[in-house]
């Protein structure tokens, strides 16, 4: 199933809400090689991730002051759903929530990720990357 998926780009982000595990697999002579794996937190049972195949749509280093909190890292794959760090105070300082959650359905829909792994994420994997969810 996986080598049937194109992405824009070298690379592929599968995340499994069953295992709440995120995958980035690169394409090499037109195969798909896992290269790292991420615990991940994806969308409670009432506000569940989306499933399919989207892609990397947009990027930004953070969002939430406004609302009096700040996740890092985002990578935005459709609509409102992002890749993105667990929660900080709106300075980006504190940990508010999420570093005891990750490997649980906690989120409204996002799909979060240590401060680590979501600036990981961030750094390498480049708009246009196809994003697939089951």
Request: charged share 20%; hydrophobic share 35%.
């Amino acid at each position: 199933m996986l080598n049937n998926i194109k992405s824009d780009t070298d690379y592929l982000l599968w995340t499994d809400p069953y295992r709440q595990r995120t995958h980035v697999l690169k394409k090499v002579e037109g195969q798909w090689h896992l290269q790292k794996t991420f615990v991940c937190s994806t969308g409670k049972v009432n506000n569940a991730t989306p499933t399919g195949i989207f892609k990397v749509e947009y990027s930004m280093p953070y969002f939430g002051v406004d609302k009096n909190f700040r996740c890092k890292n985002a990578l935005v794959f459709f609509s409102s759903y992002m890749y993105h760090s667990i929660l900080f105070d709106k300075t980006g300082t504190y940990v508010k929530s999420g570093q005891c959650d990750l490997g649980r359905k906690v989120s409204h829909g996002c799909i979060r990720l240590s401060e680590k792994d979501s600036a990981w994420l961030y750094k390498h994997i480049p708009i246009g990357t196809a994003v697939w969810i089951r």
